[in-house]
C-alpha cells in the first residue's frame, strides 16, 4: 500500500484531497438541515485525518485550511461569512490544523519505518540471491577444476603407476570438465549481455533448417542415443533475424531438456510460421515442471527445488533475455500428460524467395 | 615442403607451450613472437609458410598487424581469437585472414586447419575428389557415386567456389560478391536458397550436410572426407 500511494503522483493527491473535501462539504451542506454545524466539523475532520493517512503533508494542510474555511463560511451560524463568536467554535477551526499536523507527521514517521523495513527485506534478498548464486558458481565452477587438478596431478605424481586405461580416463575427465567450464563461462558472459542491455540483434536472412542442424551437430556429444524429433513445416520462408541469437535459443532449450528429462523422454523441435512470426516450439515427454514454479524457471539463477543435475539456472534466462531482444515471447506450459512445451514466438520478415527460386 | 615453419605471434606463455607441442608433435617447426613487433619482424626475417596470429595482442590491435602483414606476406594467415562474436570474425576474414580459430579449440581442428591453408596455397587442383563426390573445374562437372549432377551455372560456380577453398571458411559477403557480384553483398537470402539446393542435390541428407558446412552466423566450409 504504501508503495501505491508514494506512486500516486503530487497532482493527484492535490486533486484527490481538495475533491474529497468538497465532496463531502457538499453532501453535508445539502443536509445540514438534518445535522447540527459541529457535526459537521466531525466529518470533514475524519474526511481530513483519512487524507492525512495516504497523502504527503502539503496536500493534507491544503485539505485542512480549505476545511476550516468551508466550514467557517457556510456552515457556522452568521452563515456565508468567516466571522466566528463562540469559543468553542475557534477551538474547532483550530483543531482542523492541529489534526492535521499530528497525523501527518505520524503518517510520516510510519512511512520512513516501512522504507526501512523495505530496504531491510530488500537487502535480504540480494543477499540471498547473491548466495544461491554463490552457491550454483562456485559448485558448477569448482567441481571441473577439482577434477583438472585431480586427473592432472595424478598424471603427473603416480604416471609409472597408471594403468593406459585410467590415464585415459583422466584424459577425459580433464577434457570433459575443460568443456564445461567453458560452457559455463559463456552462459554468465552471455548473462552479463543481458543484463546490461548491450544486445544489438544483426538481423540477416537465414534458414531455420540450418539453425535446427546447427543446433544438433553442436549437442551431439550430449544427443548420443536420446532420440530427438525434428518438425519443420513444409515450404518455411527465410527469416530475418539474428542466426546467432536463434541459435543460442534454441541451443539452450534443448540442451536444457537433455539435463532434465529422465532417459526414457522424447525430445522434439517444431519449427513454424505464423502469419508473420517465427514459431520455435520445444516439447518433451518428460515430467514437466512444478506448477508453481513455471514462473519462475525463467529468472536468472534460479533453480528448480529439487533439482539434482548441474547447471547455474542462467540458461533459460539467457533464452528470455534473447527471444525479447528480438521483441519476442517466451512460454512455458506442461502438457496434459506431463511433458514440458516451451513455445517462442518472435516477430520476423519473411521471404518465400527459397520456394520460387529457380534459375 | 615436409616441414613447414610455422610462426606463431601470441602474448599467452601457455597458449604458445600447447602450441609448440601440438605443432612439433605432427612434424611442423615454430617461431615465437610474443607481441606485434616482435612478430611482424619474424616474419619479414623469415617468411614463415604459415602464420598463427592472436588478435588480442598487447602492443597493437589485431587488425592492424594482420593488415601490415597482408601488405606483402602472402602466404596463409590463421586467426586465434577468445572473442567468438562473428563481427569479429567476419573483419579478420575481410582483413585477409585465411581462417580463424575461436579460443578453446580443440588440436585436432587447430591441426586440419593448417594443413587445408597449406594444401590449398600449394597445390592447385583442377579435379576435387571427396567420399564419392568428383568436381572437375576443367570439365565444369560434378559427379556423385559416378553419376553425373546437373546443377544450374550458379550452383556449379558456387560448389566450385568452395570446394577450391576447401577447408577453409568463406564469408557470406565474399560468397557474394564473388558469385552474383559486388552489388548483391547484402542479398544474403539468394546464398541461403542456393546453398539449401546445392544441398539438396550433393549431400545424402541435406540437413546433416556433410560437405557444405555452416559456419555459425560466419558463412560456409567445403570440408573433404578424406577416409573415402
Same mark, same amino acid.
Given at each position: 500500500?504504501?508503495?501505491?500511494?508514494?506512486?500516486?503522483? +503530487?497532482?493527484?493527491?492535490?486533486?484527490?484531497?481538495?475533491?474529497?473535501?468538497?465532496?463531502?462539504?457538499?453532501?453535508?451542506?445539502?443536509?445540514? %438541515?438534518?445535522?447540527?454545524?459541529?457535526?459537521?466539523?466531525?466529518?470533514?475532520?475524519?474526511?481530513?485525518?483519512? @487524507?492525512?493517512?495516504?497523502?504527503? @503533508?502539503?496536500?493534507?494542510?491544503?485539505?485542512?485550511?480549505?476545511?476550516?474555511?468551508?466550514?467557517?463560511?457556510?456552515? @457556522?451560524?452568521?452563515?456565508?461569512?468567516?466571522?466566528?463568536?463562540?469559543? &468553542?467554535?475557534?477551538?474547532?477551526?483550530?483543531?482542523?490544523?492541529? @489534526?492535521?499536523?499530528?497525523?501527518?507527521?505520524?503518517?510520516?514517521?510510519?512511512?520512513?519505518?516501512?522504507?526501512?523495513? !523495505? +530496504?531491510?527485506?530488500?537487502?535480504?534478498?540480494?543477499?540471498?540471491?547473491?548466495?544461491?548464486?554463490?552457491?550454483?558458481?562456485?559448485?558448477?565452477?569448482?567441481?571441473?577444476?577439482?577434477?583438472?587438478?585431480?586427473?592432472?596431478?595424478?598424471?603427473?605424481?603416480?604416471? %609409472?603407476?597408471?594403468?593406459?586405461?585410467?590415464?585415459?580416463?583422466?584424459?577425459?575427465?580433464?577434457?570433459?570438465?575443460?568443456?564445461?567450464?567453458?560452457?559455463?563461462?559463456?552462459?554468465?558472459?552471455?548473462?552479463?549481455?543481458?543484463?546490461?542491455?548491450?544486445?544489438?540483434?544483426?538481423?540477416?536472412?537465414?534458414?531455420?533448417?540450418?539453425?535446427?542442424?546447427?543446433?544438433?551437430?553442436?549437442?551431439?556429444?550430449?544427443?548420443?542415443?536420446?532420440?530427438?524429433?525434428?518438425?519443420?513445416?513444409?515450404?518455411?520462408?527465410?527469416?530475418?533475424?539474428?542466426?546467432?541469437?536463434?541459435?543460442?535459443?534454441? !541451443?539452450?532449450?534443448?540442451?536444457?531438456?537433455?539435463?532434465?528429462?529422465? +532417459?526414457?523422454?522424447?525430445?522434439?523441435?517444431?519449427?513454424?510460421?505464423?502469419?508473420?512470426?517465427?514459431?520455435?516450439?520445444? &516439447?518433451?515427454?518428460?515430467?514437466?515442471?512444478? &506448477?508453481?514454479?513455471?514462473?519462475?524457471?525463467?529468472?536468472?539463477?534460479?533453480?528448480?527445488?529439487?533439482?539434482?543435475?548441474?547447471?547455474?539456472?542462467?540458461?533459460?534466462?539467457?533464452?528470455?533475455?534473447?527471444?525479447?531482444?528480438?521483441?519476442?515471447?517466451?512460454?512455458?506450459?506442461?502438457?496434459?500428460?506431463?511433458?514440458?512445451?516451451?513455445?517462442?514466438?518472435?516477430?520476423?520478415?519473411?521471404?518465400?524467395?527459397?520456394?520460387?527460386?529457380? &534459375? | 615442403?615436409?616441414?613447414?615453419?610455422?610462426?606463431?605471434?601470441?602474448?599467452?606463455?601457455?597458449?604458445?607451450?600447447?602450441?609448440?607441442?601440438?605443432?612439433?608433435?605432427?612434424?611442423?617447426?615454430?617461431?615465437?613472437?610474443?607481441?606485434?613487433?616482435?612478430?611482424?619482424?619474424?616474419?619479414?626475417?623469415?617468411?614463415?609458410?604459415?602464420?598463427? /596470429?592472436?588478435?588480442?595482442?598487447?602492443?597493437?590491435?589485431?587488425?592492424?598487424?594482420?593488415?601490415?602483414?597482408?601488405?606483402?606476406?602472402?602466404?596463409?594467415?590463421?586467426?586465434?581469437?577468445?572473442?567468438?562474436?562473428?563481427?569479429?570474425?567476419?573483419?579478420?576474414?575481410?582483413?585477409?585472414?585465411?581462417?580463424? $580459430?575461436?579460443?578453446?579449440?580443440?588440436?585436432?581442428? $587447430? /591441426?586440419?586447419?593448417?594443413?587445408?591453408?597449406?594444401?590449398?596455397?600449394?597445390?592447385?587442383?583442377?579435379?576435387?575428389?571427396?567420399?564419392?563426390?568428383?568436381?572437375?573445374?576443367?570439365?565444369?562437372?560434378?559427379?556423385?557415386?559416378?553419376?553425373?549432377?546437373?546443377?544450374?551455372?550458379?550452383?556449379?560456380?558456387?560448389?566450385?567456389?568452395?570446394?577450391?577453398? *576447401?577447408?577453409?571458411?568463406?564469408?557470406?559477403?565474399?560468397? /557474394?560478391? *564473388?558469385?552474383?557480384?559486388?552489388?548483391?553483398?547484402?542479398?544474403?537470402?539468394? /546464398?541461403?536458397?542456393?546453398?539449401?539446393?546445392?544441398?539438396?542435390?550433393?549431400?545424402?541428407?541435406?540437413?546433416?550436410?556433410?560437405?557444405?558446412?555452416?559456419?555459425?552466423?560466419?558463412?560456409?566450409?567445403?570440408? $573433404?572426407? *578424406?577416409?573415402?
Amino acid at each position: 500500500m504504501d508503495k501505491h500511494f508514494q506512486r500516486t503522483n +503530487k497532482k493527484k493527491q492535490y486533486t484527490i484531497s481538495i475533491l474529497s473535501v468538497l465532496l463531502v462539504s457538499g453532501v453535508c451542506y445539502s443536509i445540514s %438541515d438534518l445535522i447540527g454545524y459541529r457535526v459537521v466539523a466531525l466529518l470533514l475532520l475524519v474526511t481530513v485525518s483519512l @487524507i492525512s493517512i495516504f497523502f504527503d @503533508i502539503l496536500p493534507v494542510l491544503i485539505a485542512a485550511v480549505l476545511s476550516a474555511l468551508l466550514w467557517d463560511f457556510f456552515f @457556522i451560524p452568521q452563515k456565508f461569512t468567516f466571522l466566528i463568536t463562540s469559543a &468553542e467554535d475557534v477551538l474547532m477551526f483550530l483543531m482542523y490544523f492541529v @489534526i492535521a499536523l499530528v497525523n501527518a507527521v505520524f503518517t510520516t514517521k510510519i512511512r520512513q519505518m516501512e522504507k526501512i523495513a !523495505y +530496504k531491510q527485506q530488500e537487502k535480504e534478498n540480494t543477499l540471498k540471491l547473491y548466495n544461491t548464486l554463490l552457491n550454483s558458481l562456485s559448485h558448477e565452477l569448482k567441481t571441473p577444476i577439482s577434477t583438472i587438478i585431480g586427473s592432472t596431478d595424478n598424471l603427473q605424481l603416480m604416471a %609409472d603407476k597408471l594403468s593406459e586405461l585410467h590415464k585415459h580416463e583422466l584424459l577425459c575427465e580433464i577434457s570433459k570438465a575443460a568443456f564445461q567450464l567453458n560452457r559455463q563461462v559463456s552462459n554468465l558472459l552471455n548473462m552479463s549481455r543481458v543484463e546490461s542491455g548491450v544486445i544489438k540483434p544483426k538481423h540477416d536472412w537465414f534458414d531455420m533448417n540450418e539453425v535446427v542442424h546447427d543446433v544438433l551437430n553442436n549437442l551431439k556429444d550430449q544427443i548420443k542415443n536420446k532420440p530427438i524429433q525434428v518438425v519443420i513445416k513444409e515450404n518455411l520462408p527465410l527469416f530475418k533475424l539474428d542466426y546467432d541469437l536463434v541459435f543460442q535459443i534454441l !541451443y539452450n532449450l534443448v540442451h536444457n531438456a537433455l539435463l532434465y528429462i529422465p +532417459k526414457y523422454a522424447v525430445i522434439t523441435i517444431r519449427v513454424n510460421c505464423r502469419l508473420d512470426r517465427l514459431n520455435i516450439v520445444v &516439447e518433451d515427454t518428460g515430467n514437466g515442471f512444478p &506448477e508453481d514454479e513455471i514462473d519462475l524457471v525463467f529468472e536468472k539463477f534460479y533453480r528448480l527445488k529439487n533439482s539434482s543435475t548441474g547447471g547455474t539456472g542462467l540458461g533459460l534466462s539467457i533464452v528470455k533475455g534473447f527471444v525479447e531482444a528480438m521483441n519476442g515471447t517466451v512460454r512455458l506450459n506442461n502438457m496434459m500428460d506431463g511433458g514440458a512445451v516451451f513455445t517462442i514466438d518472435i516477430p520476423s520478415e519473411l521471404s518465400y524467395i527459397n520456394l520460387v527460386a529457380q &534459375e | 615442403m615436409s616441414h613447414p615453419q610455422i610462426l606463431v605471434i601470441d602474448d599467452e606463455a601457455q597458449i604458445r607451450k600447447l602450441l609448440q607441442i601440438t605443432l612439433h608433435s605432427n612434424d611442423f617447426r615454430t617461431i615465437e613472437a610474443i607481441h606485434a613487433k616482435e612478430g611482424l619482424a619474424m616474419a619479414k626475417h623469415n617468411n614463415p609458410d604459415l602464420i598463427l /596470429l592472436d588478435l588480442g595482442l598487447p602492443d597493437e590491435n589485431g587488425y592492424s598487424v594482420l593488415k601490415k602483414l597482408r601488405e606483402w606476406y602472402t602466404k596463409p594467415i590463421i586467426i586465434l581469437s577468445v572473442q567468438s562474436g562473428e563481427e569479429e570474425i567476419i573483419r579478420a576474414l575481410d582483413n585477409g585472414a585465411n581462417d580463424y $580459430l575461436v579460443k578453446p579449440f580443440r588440436s585436432g581442428e $587447430l /591441426l586440419a586447419r593448417i594443413r587445408s591453408s597449406l594444401r590449398g596455397f600449394y597445390t592447385p587442383t583442377n579435379q576435387i575428389n571427396s567420399s564419392g563426390l568428383v568436381i572437375d573445374t576443367s570439365l565444369r562437372i560434378v559427379k556423385k557415386d559416378s553419376t553425373l549432377i546437373k546443377l544450374t551455372a550458379t550452383e556449379y560456380d558456387l560448389l566450385a567456389l568452395l570446394a577450391k577453398n *576447401e577447408g577453409r571458411v568463406l564469408t557470406h559477403q565474399y560468397l /557474394l560478391r *564473388e558469385i552474383w557480384g559486388p552489388g548483391y553483398i547484402s542479398q544474403s537470402q539468394y /546464398l541461403r536458397v542456393f546453398i539449401a539446393q546445392l544441398r539438396k542435390k550433393i549431400e545424402a541428407e541435406p540437413n546433416r550436410p556433410e560437405y557444405i558446412v555452416t559456419e555459425s552466423g560466419v558463412g560456409y566450409r567445403f570440408v $573433404l572426407n *578424406e577416409n573415402s
